[in-house]
Every structure is written in structure tokens, then in C-alpha cells.
């Protein structure tokens, strides 16, 4: 099983930037599709953006498209998650996810994803 470790987050005022990174241990990451998720306190996990195994596809929530970036990099194990224009409501714990099977193209699902790292805190200040 692949163990994935978060960064990058922190504080940071409304409008601004903040680059999520997953690093991945174990097992290459590079033939996983990998999800990125958040949770608020009091709300259920949710889901931001996922990319296919090879990284040709991506794919993004509502609330965060035009604002968010997911792209990896299979040779160093990495994926990211770039956010710009940054909005108190994107304040969570950020969660980076592999999915349970091979070659997939990636999931807003949860359940679809076996490993998952701790978490980043991110807090959007207004």
C-alpha cells in the first residue's frame, strides 16, 4: 500500500495562494489515480480534484474550478495542488488520496480511494 504524506498548508489571507504537496512512500504512486479532499469542522469530507494515473485528466468541484490546479509528477512520487484566489470558505483540512485500483482515471468518491494522508490544515482569513 502506498503511505502519502501532505504540506503546504498554513494562514493566508482571502485572495491569496497556497501550493498543496503529496508526497508518496511504499509503493509508486505513479499508477494511481489521486484525489485531493477537504473536510471543515462539522461537514463531511468532500471532494476538490482528482487526476487520472498518467496525469492527461483532471477533474474538479464546482466550487473550486478556475481556482485550483492538481497536476503530479510520476517520476519524483509527488502530486500538488495549486489554489489561487483563495476564499474563507476553503478553509479545511486538506487530504491527498490514491485510488484503491490501478490505472483508473479518478473518483470524487471517497470509498473509491484505499490510502490517504493525514492532512494539511488550510485557514483562509477574511
Known amino acids: 500500500q502506498v503511505q502519502l504524506v501532505e504540506s503546504g498548508g498554513g494562514l493566508v489571507q482571502a485572495g491569496g495562494s497556497l501550493r498543496l504537496s503529496c508526497a508518496a512512500s511504499?509503493?509508486?504512486?505513479?499508477?494511481?489515480?489521486v484525489g485531493w479532499f477537504r473536510q471543515a469542522p462539522g461537514k463531511e469530507r468532500e471532494f476538490v480534484a482528482t487526476i487520472i494515473w498518467s496525469g492527461g485528466m483532471t477533474h474538479y468541484a464546482d466550487s473550486v474550478k478556475g481556482r485550483v490546479t492538481i497536476s503530479r509528477d510520476n517520476a519524483n512520487n509527488m502530486v500538488y495542488l495549486q489554489m489561487n484566489s483563495l476564499k474563507p470558505d476553503d478553509t479545511a483540512v486538506y487530504y491527498c488520496a490514491a485510488h484503491r485500483s490501478l490505472y483508473r482515471w479518478g473518483s470524487e468518491r471517497p470509498p473509491d480511494f484505499g490510502s490517504w494522508g493525514q492532512g494539511t490544515q488550510v485557514t483562509v482569513s477574511s
Open positions: 511504499g509503493r509508486t504512486l505513479s499508477s494511481y489515480a
